[in-house]
């Protein structure tokens, strides 16, 4: 259950399922010794961020780290989840580069012909990758695309999908962008330092944006090495043909004055209306509608229609991504431009469950009646749950699913992560779980602020923690709804079964 009160005081009061920014967490007044920041202290704090995860099991990952370079190794079973893991490892304090050694060796063994089939299959059936000029190619259970898109977001997701399908061990992209039109590199410039500034996962201060001949360069100082990637995907506008971040180093923590600059001041509803259309038309599951979007005092409103129930979910999530947004009424209508049957929709969802690596191990059933999907079994955790429902949600004719999953293993509420995820929970379930912890209050509060300190989002000199009896209270104040966010989500992560989030935000 998740319950905002939007008053002058910005309080939220968020119980148990907190479905927002999973991230890190601290707070002020710490009563514990203050962790240092050695190398030996990453691999630390990487491999508890990768214990807070619930995609697989970190005891096959070593972590090894030099001079705030981590080297990750060891195996996983599916090929998202070893770049999952290379993201998590990019969002602590003091990483300043991740090396990939990590093997993927996928529980059973297919066939090259299987898999060709599987990931045609999956990008036949998304409904944003069904009309793509793709091919694919496998060899030793490597997958190869080729062919040609329309954008580098287009291509991108191609390869989402494939990397989806169980099996895959490697992806190699060979896809072409095709742009249609021709633009000056200096209309390019303006339109990335524009993405940069409106993106709320990036602080753009620090960054300068140099563009010759198409090919984008990105300078300066971010605050992560999860923001010098998602800058990177920023500026993949229009006409870019490539994007160089080599000299964007990662010096400060997000955390900094200097990297926000102006970005959460002066924030008329125009501007911010203006900004999440220019965003939609990135995202490749939304840019094909038409979606309005309108602002009044931060709370964001999407009218029109899509086809498909992701690209709702998608446009809803992609505006919270834009800086100046607080809160999002989704009242996109889904209408399919073709309904099949619902015996037909059932075979695709279960088709979609059988070659994911995620859901195929747990046995759901769908029921679909007039193109709503009801989904009954059992998993083990709340991400297992979400991947379900968010798969259904991606088949052509369905307009709602009703995720009734029950999840059985020890409760551990998923935080939502922007950084890692597709889909935003909140537009999934709300759920409220009682909880008990087995921590002391006073443990949980030294967790926290130890949270707050190796996150390079939230800055806990500025925040108050207080517990009792599991339940965490913050007060203090942020800069920005990112942090606001953030901080919930990472209470969360110390180990609290209940987050008052009265924090201010400036």
């Not at 000299?247 to 911010?272: E, F, H, M, P, Q």
């Not at 990135?282 to 979007?293: C, E, G, L, Q």
């Not at 000199?461 to 953030?486: C, H, P, Q, Y």
């Amino acid at each position: 259950m998740r319950t905002f009160f939007n008053g002058p005081l910005r309080i939220a009061v968020v119980a148990c399922f907190i479905l927002g920014w999973g991230l890190f967490v601290s707070g002020p007044g710490t009563s514990h010794a203050v962790p240092s920041v050695s190398d030996l202290s990453i691999s630390d704090a990487v491999a508890d961020q990768l214990r807070l995860d619930q995609v697989f099991f970190t005891d096959r990952i070593d972590i090894v780290t030099r001079d705030g370079v981590v080297t990750l190794s060891g195996r996983v079973d599916n090929l998202l989840a070893r770049e999952r893991t290379v993201r998590i490892a990019e969002q602590v304090k003091g990483v300043r580069a991740v090396f990939d050694t990590i093997e993927v060796v996928p529980p059973v063994l297919r066939t090259d012909s299987d898999i060709k089939k599987e990931v045609e299959n999956a990008l036949v059936q998304d409904p944003a990758t069904d009309s793509y000029e793709i091919q694919v190619d496998v060899a030793d259970n490597v997958v190869t695309l080729s062919g040609r898109v329309e954008s580098w977001q287009e291509r991108t997701l191609s390869g989402k999908v494939a990397k989806g399908v169980k099996g895959v061990r490697d992806l190699r992209n060979t896809i072409d962008v095709l742009y249609d039109i021709n633009r000056s590199d200096y209309e390019i410039r303006q339109d990335v330092e524009q993405a940069l500034r409106w993106d709320v996962l990036v602080d753009h201060a620090l960054i300068d944006v140099g563009v010759e001949n198409g090919m984008v360069t990105l300078s300066g100082i971010v605050g992560s090495l999860a923001e010098r990637g998602r800058a990177a995907t920023d500026a993949y506008v229009a006409n870019v043909r490539g994007v160089d971040v080599e000299g964007l180093d990662v010096r400060l923590w997000a955390r900094n004055d200097d990297l926000k600059g102006d970005k959460y001041k002066n924030l008329s509803d125009k501007a911010v209306r203006d900004a999440v259309a220019d965003a939609l038309l990135y995202d490749p599951r939304v840019a094909s509608f038409k979606v309005t979007p309108e602002v009044t005092s931060g709370l964001v409103t999407l009218r029109g229609s899509v086809d498909n129930l992701k690209a709702k979910r998608a446009a809803a999530r992609t505006a919270r991504h834009t800086v100046g947004v607080i809160q999002v009424a989704n009242r996109l209508k889904v209408r399919p431009e073709i309904s099949p049957d619902d015996d037909i929709l059932e075979d695709r969802i279960e088709r979609a469950f059988s070659r994911d690596p995620v859901v195929d191990a747990f046995d759901i059933t769908p029921d679909v009646q007039n193109g709503v999907a009801d989904l009954y079994g059992t998993v083990d955790n709340y991400f297992e749950k979400a991947q379900a429902e968010d798969l259904a949600a991606r088949i052509n004719g369905i307009v709602a699913v009703r995720n009734h999953i029950a999840v059985t293993g020890v409760y551990n509420p998923y935080p939502y992560n922007p950084y890692l995820d597709d889909w935003y929970a909140e537009d999934l379930w709300e759920v409220y779980i009682p909880a008990m912890t087995l921590k002391a209050d006073r443990t949980i509060k030294e967790d926290i602020e130890n949270e707050f300190f190796w996150s390079p989002f939230v800055d806990g000199e500025d925040i108050e923690v207080s517990v009792m009896d599991g339940k965490a209270t913050l007060t203090g104040t942020v800069d920005s709804w990112r942090e606001f966010n953030s901080a919930s989500e990472n209470a969360f992560d110390g180990g609290a079964v209940v987050v008052y989030n009265q924090l201010t935000v400036l």
